[in-house]
């Protein structure tokens, strides 16, 4: 069979060899990514329903999100 997998993207005759028998040709890993962690820990905040519809997480440096603050407090002024 040659359709790769949609989730992991792997074809089922990448498992087998010529002999058709299994073969660990890859190996799983994880991996903590920090970005990822702040996306959920923020999502998380978003209420369900209309009150959270349409709502987008985003990540924004450090430094661009200190400079919009002070923008802000500027133009409150």
Known sequence: MRAVC???GTRES???DENGNYT???VAISHKCFG???IAGKQAEIPDG???AGMK???LPASVHAAQQVLEELGAR
Request: aromatic fraction near 12%.
């Open 24 to 26: 660990e040709a890859y």
């Open 36 to 38: 990822c962690e702040e």
């Open 50 to 52: 209309k009150a959270g």
């Open 57 to 59: 997480v985003l990540l």
């Open 14 to 16: 990448e498992w087998s």
């Open 6 to 8: 949609p989730q992991c």
